[in-house]
């Protein structure tokens, strides 16, 4: 079992940044690809970013590229999200995910564990 606890999530005026943390326990954090997904109200849970084991390829949806950035601390068990530039459209709930592997994924369906998420709000 991985256990995964976002934070960092709030409220803040389009333009402004935020950065999540996702802190991961129970197993060797390294062994796990992971992934930041969000979810708007009425929306499904879409890929915002994700980043392989080594942290040496990351993965960008369209939408966030340039404004989004994803990185990790093996040492420190834990995955970031840097998010600038916000924009009121990336107001979601925002999880982070661990999936067992070697590659980048991109697919929800994919992923083996994830945390609670955190809310994030982005006001015009």
């Known amino acids: 079992q991985v256990q995964l606890v976002e934070s960092g999530g709030g409220l803040v005026q389009a333009g402004g940044s935020l950065r999540l943390s996702c802190a991961a326990s129970g197993r060797t954090f390294s062994n796990y690809a992971m992934g930041w997904f969000r979810q708007a109200p009425g929306k499904g849970r879409e890929i915002v970013a994700a980043i392989r084991r080594s942290g040496l390829s990351t993965y960008y949806a369209d939408s966030v590229k340039g404004r989004l950035t994803i990185s990790r601390d093996n040492a420190k068990n834990t995955v970031y999200l840097q998010m600038n530039s916000l924009k009121p459209e990336d107001t979601a709930v925002y999880f982070c995910?661990?999936?067992?592997?070697?590659?980048?994924?991109?697919?929800?369906?994919?992923?083996?564990?994830w945390g609670q998420g955190t809310q994030v709000t982005v006001s015009s």
């Open positions: 995910a661990a999936k067992s592997g070697s590659y980048i994924y991109t697919n929800y369906y994919e992923y083996d564990y």
